[in-house]
């Protein structure tokens, strides 16, 4: 009976990772937004998140970003713009560039890090790190996820949608 409690791996005590509330996800330090303002050349760029959460744009300056949606962004440009007296009524376009990362590590053929895309599971992220080795416990893997500021960490199954800045680790299954 020792033996087999002593071979667990440790993930049949974790909870089940929650979901990424549904819709978009919040901006987080390392993303980068491509913001198109009308009538400002020297408007239209990329933008990366820095350390504080703000993004530093022409004429306005810094502006807090980190934790809205590309959408509440796109919202508080406008109004930066408009705030400045530069436009009445700016025309501002905020697309997401690039998000953060993901990571994905353990017994898998190609562990590392990966470029995040929209609608991602589980199993894709393992597909891009080259699939499970045969070592791999392949049904459940255990992902820290940022939340609210607090890092969570839970058990997945490979249908579970990941999230920008999410870390998989693949452990070994014992037997």
């Known amino acids: 009976m020792f ?3 002593g071979c667990s791996s440790g993930l049949d005590r974790l909870a089940p990772i929650a979901a990424a509330p549904p819709g978009p996800q919040p901006l987080e330090t390392g993303d980068s ?3 198109k303002v009308n009538d400002i050349e020297d408007g239209d760029g990329q933008y990366v ?3 504080a959460g703000t993004v530093t744009l022409p004429f306005v300056g810094e502006l807090a970003v980190r934790g809205l949606t590309i959408a509440q962004a796109q919202a508080n440009i406008v109004q930066a713009y408009r705030s400045a007296g ?3 009524t700016p025309e501002v376009n905020v697309q ?3 998000l953060r990362p993901y990571y994905v590590a353990g017994e898998v053929n190609r562990p590392g890090e990966f470029a995040y895309r ?3 599971t589980v199993q894709a992220a393992i597909s891009a790190a080259g699939g499970y080795t045969y070592r791999a416990k392949s049904d459940v893997v255990e992902i820290t996820r940022t939340v609210n ?4 960490v839970g058990a997945a199954t490979n249908l579970t949608p990941i999230t920008p800045g999410d870390r ?3 452990l070994e299954k014992w037997f």
Do not use: T, Y
């Open 86 to 88: 530069i436009f009445v």
């Open 3 to 5: 033996v087999v409690a």
């Open 33 to 35: 937004i491509r913001v």
């Open 96 to 98: 997401p560039a690039v």
């Open 168 to 170: 998989v680790r693949v």
């Open 118 to 120: 929209q609608g991602m």
């Open 149 to 152: 500021g607090r890092e969570v």
């Open 49 to 51: 998140v820095n350390g």
